[in-house]
């Protein structure tokens, strides 16, 4: 699905208003993929089909300015991550572009240090990819970045090195709050 087909999906519109509340309200969020263009939409960023869908394993980049995020300053410089998306999206204004790849140039920004978009999908385990695989094969064309199946599972031990990264990725993201939430005079939760 995509973010623009509210009159398909119904539940688009009250998800979007969701994400802005939480975004109001300075709570941290974190949306993976669909949900990374959500959050680029909601904060007033354009989505739209990318020129080339992404499917299987490619390498993402640290941006020039990925730096300037310190949820991302453990990040490789270079990580071979699971992607499964033929949308982009505009950086949104006020946010960092922190990761980029060859087939997709906007892959994760971060904004006010507590809202990550990420295009690709560090939470897939061998399980979910072949359900997605099974559920999806339609998807699966020739493309300059569409893999096979058996691409896909080849290397189970890549789902690890992900996942590690998602973990560490999500400890910052809670240690930057708790931290915040310290120094504010309120209880880290």
């Known amino acids: 699905m995509n973010i623009y087909e509210e009159t398909k999906y ?3 519109t009250e998800e979007k208003r969701f994400i ?3 975004i109001a309200a300075r709570k941290r969020v974190l949306g993976i993929c669909l949900g990374a263009q959500l959050v680029a939409d909601v904060l007033g960023a354009k989505v739209y089909a990318n020129a080339d869908k ?3 394993w490619f390498p993402v980049e640290m ?3 990925a730096h300037l995020s310190n949820l991302f300053t453990a990040f490789p410089a270079r990580l071979d991550v699971f992607h499964w998306h033929g949308d982009t ?5 006020g946010a960092v572009h922190v990761v980029h790849s060859a087939g997709c140039a906007h892959q994760t920004f971060v904004y006010e240090q507590r809202v990550i978009g ?3 999908d560090l939470e897939t385990t061998p399980a979910s990819a072949r359900q997605i695989i099974t559920h999806c094969a339609d998807e699966i064309v ?4 569409i893999q096979t199946p058996q691409a896909m599972l080849g290397d189970l031990q890549r789902f690890d090195a992900i996942n590690q990264t998602m973990w560490g990725l999500l400890d910052r993201l809670a240690e930057d709050g708790t931290a915040r939430n310290t120094q504010e005079g309120g209880t880290a939760r």
């Open 142 to 145: 020739e493309g300059r970045y």
């Open 63 to 65: 941006t020039e300015h």
């Open 118 to 120: 990420l295009q690709f």
């Open 54 to 56: 992404e499917i299987g």
């Open 10 to 12: 119904s539940w688009l």
């Open 20 to 22: 802005e509340r939480a």
């Open 89 to 93: 999206f505009d950086i949104p204004q």
